[in-house]
C-alpha cells in the first residue's frame, strides 16, 4: 500500500489520520492503515470521504463502545502488518482472545458490526470453545441465560412448525395427567384416614364367586375394553411398562431429542411423567374421541390391586351392586393373557379352599373398589 | 446465581453469529443447546452443515446399541431440522450398509445438499441410492467404501468442484463418463481401485490426486492442472501390461500439462512414465513447474533416470526437488551405462532457480552418485542439498562421504548436508 510507504518515509506529525466517533459522543482519532483494516471503516472512508475530520468523523455502529473499540484496533494494528508470519499471528490471536466471557461476547457483535469476519471468527471459535463440553447448567451460568423452559419443554418434543394438531392434543392432555396426578398425589395423603370397612363377610363374598360362573365374562369385556384401557395407565403395572417397552420403540421425536444420542435412553423427570406420556399416546390411538376423564376414582396401590385382582376379579366382575371399577376386569384379563397363566383352574382352586386360608380381609371402599389390609400395606 | 441485573450475553447477538459458533461445536453440543432457554430452542435447526463423526456415539461394548443410538440421533436432528442443509457429513465405522442412510440421502436430496460426505466402515459396502444423482447442487462428493452405479440417465452433476473416491466400486466406464460430465470439476481423488485404465477429460481439473493399481492412464484434455499427486502400486498382470505396450507413457500422463507446478509421484510411479518408447524431445515445457518429488526411483533403471532427467532439464523455474531412491545395493556394484553421464548427458542445461535438493533412502549407487554431481555441477543457486542414506546402508557410507567431498559445486553457497539417522 502506498499510504504505509509514505507513512514511513513522511515524518510522525504528516501521518493520516481517521476520525471516529463512537455511539456514547467520542471522538478519537486513529491512524489510517490501522482503521482501514477494517471492511466496514474502509467502505467509509472510500465510498462516502467520510472520517478526514474531527467535524466528520466516521459514527461507528452502536454495539462498538470504547473499550472494544480499542481492543479492536489493538488486533487490527498488529494485523495490518503484512510481514508477519502465520506463527506470529497465531500467537498473537491466542494471547488477544484471553479475557472474560462478557467481552468475548461484546467483542465478537462489535467485530461483526464493523465486518471484521476474522475477529468474528476467532471470536466465534472461542466461544465455541467455551461452550463445548459443558453441562446445560454451567452454559447458562456462564451466559446469564435464563432457566426459562418448564420441565416438560425440555422433555417435550420441538414444536413442529406446522403446529400438528395431534401435538396440540397431546400437549394438552399431558398438562391434564401432569394435574391428575398431582391431585391424586393429594387424594391419597387424605385418603390414609378415610378407609371404609365392608361389612360382609368373606363368606358372603365368596359365595357370589361361586354363583354364575361364565357368561357375563364375555359380555362385560368388549362394553369394558376400551375405557379399561384408559384406566390402565393410571397405574404403574406391568401393563404400563409394557405399553412403555413398546412405544419407546416407535419413531416418536418426542421427548427424545435431546437425549437421544444417549443409547440407554435415560428419561429425565422420571419414568412417571414419560409413561404417562407414552400412555397418553395409547390414548389417543385407541379413543379418538373420549376426552372426558370424569372416571378417576381409583386410588388403590398398584402392588395391592394385583393381588385383589388374583383373587377377587371373577366376583368383581359379574357382580352388579358393587359398582366395579372396570379396570380390574382388564387387568386380570391382561394379566392373565400375559402370564399364559391358566387362571380359572387357580382360582377355583383358591375359592374352593377358600376357608382354610389365611382370612384375608377385604375392604370396599365408597366406589366400590376392593382393597385388602395387610399390616405391611397399610398406610 | 442469576441475579436480575445480569443481562443475557449471548442470546441476542445476530443468527449468523450464533451459526458460526454452533457450527463450530460437535454436532451434539450443537443441538443440546436447544434446553438451554426458551430464546435457544431452534437456534441450532437452522444450522446449514452437519457433521456426524463418532463423537455422536455413546461409546459401549453393545455394537447394536452403539449402531441404533447413532443412527437415532441422526434420524432425529434431520427430522427436526429447518430450511437447507448445505454440507451434511456422516464419518463412522460403526455403520456399514444401513437402509437409514438411503433415506437419510432422499431427505438431503430434497434440501438442496451441496457437499456430501459418506466415510462408511468396513464389511459390505453401502450402495449408493439413485437419489444422489439428483442433488444438482453438488460441489463436493466423498464416497468412502460405497457402490456407485449411475442409472443411465445419469448426465453429471453440473456443478460438482471436488470429487473424491476412495475403495468405491464402480466401472470404469462410469468414472469416465462421471469426471466429462462434471464441467467444473476442479478437485480429482481416486484411490484404491484395482487396475483402473482411464482416461481423464477434465478441462478446467486443477488438483489431481491417484492412488492404486492402474493400468493405464492418459491426462487427455487437462489444461489447467496445476498439482498432481500419484501413488501407482504394480500386480504383475499389470507389469506383463506395461512390458508389451509401446505408446510413451509419458507424454499421454505429463503431455498436456503446461500449467503444472507442483508434481509428487510415489511407488511405482516413475517406472509407469518410463515405459513407452523415447520420443526424443519433448515438445512441452513446464514452465511453472516449482516443486519436484519422485519417491522410489530405481536408478539401475536407466529408462527411469531418463524421465527424471527429462522432466528437470524441460522445468527452467523448477526450485525444489526431492528424489528417494529404490535400489538394491548388492546389486549394483557394477552399473552398466556409466559413460552416459559423461557423454549423453545433456551439458548445457542449468537449474537456474534450483535451490532445494533432498535425496533420501540413497544407497550409493553409481548412478545416484552420478546424478547428484550432475546436479551440484548444474545448479548456480543452490542453497541446500540433503542427502540421507538409506537404513540398510552402513558400510557404504564412508564411500558415499568421499566421493561427495569430491563433486564440483556450481553454487558457491551450496550446503551439502548428509543426514545420519
Known amino acids: ?379 | 446465581m442469576d441475579d436480575v441485573m445480569s443481562r443475557d450475553l449471548i442470546s441476542d447477538l445476530p443468527q449468523s453469529i450464533i451459526e458460526s459458533i454452533l457450527t463450530r461445536l460437535p454436532i451434539r453440543d450443537a443441538v443440546r443447546t436447544s434446553i438451554l432457554s426458551s430464546k435457544w430452542r431452534y437456534k441450532w435447526a437452522t444450522l446449514t452443515q452437519l457433521v456426524f463423526d463418532e463423537k455422536c456415539v455413546i461409546l459401549s461394548n453393545d455394537r447394536c446399541k452403539v449402531e441404533d443410538g447413532l443412527v437415532n440421533f441422526i434420524t432425529r436432528t434431520l427430522f427436526l431440522h429447518q430450511g437447507p442443509i448445505h454440507k451434511f457429513q456422516l464419518t463412522t465405522t460403526h455403520l456399514q450398509c444401513c437402509p437409514d442412510i438411503d433415506q437419510w440421502l432422499l431427505f438431503l436430496s430434497r434440501n438442496d445438499i451441496k457437499e456430501l460426505v459418506l466415510e462408511l466402515g468396513e464389511g459390505e459396502w453401502f450402495r449408493v441410492p439413485s437419489c444422489l444423482f439428483n442433488c444438482k447442487k453438488l460441489t463436493r462428493l466423498d464416497l468412502f467404501r460405497c457402490e456407485f452405479d449411475p442409472p443411465p440417465s445419469f448426465k453429471g452433476f453440473l456443478c460438482l468442484k471436488s470429487l473424491n473416491l476412495h475403495q468405491v466400486l464402480v466401472s470404469p466406464e462410469a468414472i469416465e463418463s462421471l469426471i466429462s460430465g462434471c464441467p467444473l470439476l476442479e478437485s480429482l481423488a481416486l484411490s484404491y481401485f484395482d487396475s483402473l485404465a482411464l482416461t481423464i477429460r477434465a478441462p478446467n481439473l486443477k488438483f489431481l490426486c491417484l492412488e492404486g493399481e492402474f493400468k493405464d492412464i492418459c491426462l487427455e484434455n487437462t489444461p489447467l492442472l496445476v498439482a498432481m499427486s500419484v501413488a501407482m502400486y504394480m500386480t504383475d498382470d499389470i507389469a506383463e501390461h506395461f512390458e508389451q505396450s509401446s505408446t510413451c507413457n509419458f507424454t499421454r500422463f505429463l503431455g498436456g500439462v503446461p500449467r503444472l507446478e507442483r508434481l509428487i509421484g510415489h511407488i511405482y510411479f516413475t517406472k509407469f512414465l518410463s515405459i513407452g518408447d523415447d520420443v526424443g524431445r519433448l515438445p512441452i515445457t513446464y514452465a511453472h513447474l516449482k516443486v519436484v518429488e519422485l519417491n522410489q526411483v530405481s536408478f539401475e533403471d536407466m529408462k527411469e533416470i531418463l524421465v527424471v532427467l527429462r522432466l528437470i532439464t524441460n522445468s527452467p523455474n523448477l526450485r525444489e526437488l526431492q528424489i528417494s531412491g529404490s535400489s538394491n545395493t548388492l546389486a549394483a556394484i557394477d552399473a552398466p551405462d556409466l559413460d552416459f553421464w559423461e557423454d549423453e548427458c545433456p551439458s548445457n542445461c542449468t537449474f537456474k532457480q534450483l535451490r532445494v535438493v533432498r535425496m533420501t533412502d540413497m544407497s550409493g549407487v553409481p548412478h545416484e552418485m552420478e546424478f547428484i554431481k550432475f546436479l551440484l555441477a548444474n545448479s548456480p543457486a543452490l542453497e541446500t542439498m540433503s542427502i540421507s542414506p538409506c537404513v540398510y546402508v552402513m558400510d557404504g557410507r564412508l564411500n558415499m562421504l568421499i566421493e561427495l567431498l569430491r563433486f564440483r559445486r556450481a553454487s558457491a553457497q551450496a550446503e551439502i548436508l548428509f543426514i545420519q539417522d
Open chain 1, 1 to 379: 500500500m502506498s499510504e504505509v510507504d509514505m507513512a514511513v518515509i513522511k515524518p510522525e506529525m504528516m501521518k493520516s489520520y481517521i476520525w471516529l466517533q463512537t455511539a456514547d459522543g467520542s471522538i478519537q482519532q486513529v491512524e489510517q492503515e490501522v482503521a482501514m483494516f477494517c471492511p466496514m471503516i474502509c467502505h467509509e472512508v472510500i465510498q462516502k470521504g467520510m472520517g478526514s475530520s474531527k467535524n466528520y468523523a466516521i459514527s461507528l455502529p452502536q454495539r462498538v463502545n470504547p473499550a472494544m473499540l480499542s481492543l479492536i484496533l489493538d488486533y487490527c494494528r498488529f494485523h495490518q502488518v503484512p510481514g508477519r508470519s502465520n506463527k506470529e499471528r497465531k500467537s498473537f490471536d491466542e494471547k488477544f482472545i484471553r479475557m472474560d466471557t462478557k467481552r468475548l461476547c461484546e467483542l465478537t457483535s462489535a467485530a461483526d458490526s464493523l465486518q471484521l469476519k476474522p475477529l468474528v471468527d476467532l471470536t466465534s471459535r472461542a466461544l465455541a470453545r467455551i461452550i463445548e463440553g459443558k453441562s446445560p447448567e454451567e452454559i447458562r451460568e456462564i451466559f446469564h441465560l435464563p432457566d426459562d423452559l418448564t420441565e416438560e419443554e425440555k422433555l417435550e418434543p420441538l414444536k413442529n412448525t406446522t403446529d400438528d394438531p395431534r401435538i396440540r392434543l397431546l400437549n394438552r392432555l399431558y398438562a391434564k395427567k401432569r394435574k391428575e396426578l398431582k391431585e391424586r398425589q393429594k387424594l391419597k395423603n387424605i385418603e390414609v384416614e378415610e378407609e371404609r370397612v365392608d361389612d360382609r363377610s368373606v363368606d358372603d363374598l365368596l359365595s357370589f364367586i361361586n354363583g354364575d360362573n361364565g357368561d357375563s365374562k364375555g359380555i362385560k369385556n368388549s362394553k369394558s375394553k376400551k375405557k379399561n384401557r384408559r384406566r390402565k395407565d393410571q397405574q404403574k403395572t406391568t401393563s404400563a411398562n409394557e405399553a412403555i417397552k413398546n412405544h419407546n420403540k416407535e419413531p416418536n421425536g418426542l421427548n427424545q431429542v435431546c437425549h437421544s444420542a444417549e443409547v440407554g435412553q435415560k428419561v429425565r423427570a422420571g419414568v412417571g411423567a414419560t409413561s404417562n406420556l407414552h400412555d397418553v399416546e395409547d390414548n389417543i390411538f385407541d379413543n379418538k374421541n373420549e376426552l372426558d376423564d370424569g372416571d378417576i376414582d381409583d386410588e388403590i396401590d398398584p402392588a395391592l390391586k394385583e393381588k385383589i385382582d388374583r383373587y377377587c376379579s371373577y366376583e368383581l366382575r359379574k357382580s352388579s351392586k358393587l359398582t366395579v371399577s372396570n379396570e380390574v376386569t382388564m387387568e386380570v384379563e391382561d394379566f392373565a393373557r400375559r402370564l399364559n397363566s391358566d387362571w380359572p383352574e387357580r382360582m377355583q382352586e383358591i375359592l374352593s379352599f377358600g376357608h382354610e386360608r389365611k382370612p384375608v380381609h377385604f375392604s370396599l371402599n365408597g366406589n366400590g373398589s376392593l382393597r385388602r389390609y395387610a399390616n405391611s400395606e397399610q398406610r
